[in-house]
T-cell receptor, first 109, second 113 residues
Framework: GQNIDQPTEMTATEGAIVQINCTYQ??????LFWYQQHAGEAPTFLSY????GLEEKGRFSSFLSRSKGYSYLLLKELQMKDSASYLC??????????FGKGTRLSVIA | EAGVTQFPSHSVIEKGQTVTLRCDPI?????LYWYRRVMGKEIKFLLH????????ESGMPNNRFLAERTGGTYSTLKVQPAELEDSGVYFC???????????FGPGTRLTVT
């Protein structure tokens, strides 16, 4: 089966950098997704990592270590609009996404 | 390009009634998924269509839930009869292929009273 663990809540200051961790266990690895979800809205895709290392996309970067079952999402130059839930998700073999419970990030002034 | 759309955005029904949710995927996306998020819990997979065929319905909670995708375009999810524990937000997503980025709709918030 699959298991995903993320911190429930985090708070960070506008302009700062925050790292949101995700650890996982899975019987077969097909990559890891990060989604952003604002309250009352649909999840929106942020990144997909399938190889080890850091992938950068503007202010957002995602890191993966397959051997450690570990990923993180790095958000730089935080803005108030970055306040949202960040969901780590796995596509297990042959079935669609399994989501973690998400990390609720609050950005404060 | 239009995104994934869902209708209705909100639905409040009484226990025992029937509700049908609709999802229109992005045009050309063969893969369509239904997910549900109940209060305080993670988003959970319900089922996956490839065109009009059910690829995986292992997440469907019980036989009160029926999903269809006639013609391989839009999909409906019917709950009959609805129970209190069915309350939650039902999301639909579509993708060009499996393991590709899934685009989510805005969700339908279902409240069963």
């Amino acid at each position: 089966g699959q298991n995903i663990d993320q911190p429930t809540e985090m708070t960070a200051t506008e302009g700062a950098i925050v790292q949101i961790n995700c650890t996982y266990q899975t019987s077969g690895f097909n990559g890891l997704f990060w989604y952003q979800q604002h309250a009352g809205e649909a999840p929106t895709f942020l990144s997909y990592n399938v190889l080890d290392g850091l992938e950068e996309k503007g202010r957002f970067s995602s890191f993966l270590s397959r051997s450690k079952g570990y990923s993180y999402l790095l958000l730089k130059e935080l803005q108030m609009k970055d306040s949202a839930s960040y969901l780590c998700a796995l596509p297990p073999p042959n079935t669609p996404l399994v989501f973690g419970k998400g990390t609720r990030l609050s950005v404060i002034a | 390009e239009a995104g994934v759309t869902q209708f209705p955005s909100h639905s409040v029904i009484e226990k025992g009634q029937t509700v049908t949710l609709r999802c229109d995927p992005i045009s050309g996306h063969d893969n369509l998924y239904w997910y549900r998020r109940v209060m305080g819990k993670e988003i959970k997979f319900l089922l996956h269509f490839v065109k009009e065929s059910k690829q995986d319905e292992s997440g469907m909670p019980n036989n009160r839930f029926l999903a269809e995708r006639t013609g391989g375009t839009y999909s409906t999810l019917k709950v009959q009869p609805a129970e209190l524990e069915d309350s939650g937000v039902y999301f639909c997503a579509s993708s060009q292929a499996e393991l590709y980025e899934q685009y989510f709709g805005p969700g339908t918030r279902l409240t069963v009273t």
